[in-house]
């Protein structure tokens, strides 16, 4: 079965309040972690990547947090837009030199209400 | 534009058929990517290539197999439809594994 989950489907917040994406992985083997964005009609969209040696990392306007404790992955989006409404996947390699590609989870739709 | 190229966009056939869809990447990656979307939104790797070594997801059917004549290419080959093929099938390809996927927009698969 996948080992990558999301907590929440749907996730509705208001124009310039910050969003928090919640996704929690089962296998401890994993190293690498990515979170997509997918916009109606296009292929998912690379946002920002974390390695198993660290447990945050920055971007512009999006920050992603590893606890690898519990085996949870969040993304958190500054100031959220109108253009932020997507559907977000979390995404984990699990080891191995990563070609036997990634494995996604099942996705949570970012609505943003004026 | 540097891209992943997937050509066609939209592809409807009926059971029984064989068709193709092409995926071109200009970004010089040397990985290469196959991924299937349900109508659930849920993405499942298919295949990965990588400096000719061809890795399989093993609960994809033997009628889908992918065919790289150059490290740019990946096409898809599927040989007798069936109507559980409907889906979104996405080529993505990276510098190398264990880095950033770059995605196609997809072509949206359709049987009759």
Request: glycine share 8%; hydrophobic share 30%.
């Amino acid at each position: 079965g996948e080992s990558v989950g999301l907590h929440l489907p749907t996730l509705s917040v208001q124009e310039g309040d910050n969003s928090i994406i919640n996704c929690a992985y089962s296998n401890s083997a994993s190293d690498y972690f990515i979170w997509y964005k997918q916009e109606s009609g296009k292929g998912p969209q690379f946002i920002i990547d974390i390695r198993s040696n660290m447990d945050k990392r920055q971007g512009q306007r999006v920050t992603v947090l590893l606890n690898k404790t519990v085996k949870h992955l969040s993304l958190q989006i500054a100031a959220t837009q109108p253009g932020d409404s997507a559907v977000y996947f979390c995404a984990e390699n699990l080891g191995g030199g990563g070609a036997d590609g990634l494995t996604f989870g099942k996705g949570t739709h970012l609505i943003i209400q004026p | 534009d540097t891209a992943v190229s997937q050509t066609p966009k939209y592809l409807v056939t009926q059971m029984g058929n064989d068709k193709s869809i092409k995926c071109e990447q200009n970004l010089g990656h040397d990985t290469m990517y196959w991924y299937k979307q349900d109508s659930k939104k849920f993405l499942k790797i298919m295949f990965s290539y990588n400096n000719k070594e061809l890795i399989i997801n093993e609960t994809v059917p033997n009628r889908f197999s992918p065919k790289s004549p150059d490290k740019a290419h990946l096409n898809l080959h599927i040989n007798s439809l069936e109507l559980g093929d409907s889906a979104v099938y996405f080529c993505a390809s990276s510098l190398q594994p264990n880095q950033p996927q770059h995605f196609g927009d997809g072509t949206r698969l359709s049987i009759l």
